[in-house]
């Protein structure tokens, strides 16, 4: 009985995982594809959740999307977390003072998981938002994170040299991956142009506590007016204070 519960507490994990993914909402057999798992589990999966408020359905259409109650859940994970309280300030104000989307994410196995962003007064004409996840080889956050791996975990990681091209437009080999990597770690920063989605582009720094890095945090905007360089110093600052009060407190 113990492990049946198991399993379906990991397949209603999953669903929910593949709805917060999703910009819009998503039907049955989507799900199903993407999960791997039977229609009709996926059917009573979403059924229970639904009674339950984690999922809704619309009436039309029939897809589903996250309900009140995962987003509850949200809202405690994020009040709750040390990272999004001590960055979410600082985050803010450059925010504000650059008139750019800052957004702070965690590495989620081969993707980087956005937990916290202020969006900004630009429209980026793209659904990003909190709950967004991007590969972690096609996006400055995800980069970021994978500065705090070693090549080889990195290569573990994607074990083919032609790395995922799904939901990414970058085009570079794990190689050139590797050697964009190692440039990162010695100027403390990564960048992305045309990535993930053309038309943006984004800088980024990695946010560590003692030696492990935990997060990242990036500064995004319209490829045709972003400068990376006009905010490297601000996000390095940002992310160091961090890092420098949890070694004291070690």
């Not at 938002?129 to 994170?145: F, N, W, Y």
């Not at 091209?165 to 960048?191: C, F």
């Not at 972003?226 to 390095?236: G, N, S």
């Amino acid at each position: 009985m113990s492990n049946e519960t198991s399993r379906s507490v990991e397949r209603a994990l999953c669903i929910l995982c593949e709805l917060a993914k999703a910009d819009t909402p998503v039907g049955i057999s989507e799900i199903s594809r993407r999960t791997g798992y039977s229609k009709s589990t996926v059917h009573l999966g979403l059924r229970t959740m639904r009674e339950l408020s984690f999922v809704v359905q619309d009436p039309e259409s029939g897809r589903y999307s996250l309900g009140l109650a995962a987003a509850q859940l949200g809202v405690a994970a994020q009040e709750n977390s040390q990272l999004v309280t001590m960055l979410s300030a600082p985050m803010s104000e450059l925010a504000v003072r650059s008139s750019e989307a800052v957004s702070l994410g965690v590495r989620v196995d081969s993707e980087v998981l956005f937990i916290k962003r202020f969006e900004t007064s630009h429209v980026l004409g793209t659904s990003i938002r909190e709950g967004t996840r991007m590969p972690l080889h096609a996006s400055a956050s995800g980069k970021a994170l994978l500065m705090g791996m070693s090549n080889e975990e990195i290569c573990s990681l994607f074990p083919d040299e032609n790395l995922p091209r799904e939901d990414s437009h970058a085009e570079r080999g794990r190689t050139q991956l590797l050697d964009e990597i190692d440039k990162a770690r010695e100027v403390g920063y990564v960048t992305s142009a045309d990535e993930w989605r053309l038309g943006i582009s984004a800088a980024a720094v990695p946010v560590q506590i003692g030696s492990e890095v935990v997060a990242s945090v990036s500064i995004a905007g319209p490829t045709s007016r972003f400068r990376a360089d006009l905010w490297v110093t601000d996000l390095l600052s940002l992310a160091a204070p961090l890092t420098a009060n949890t070694k004291r407190d070690q």
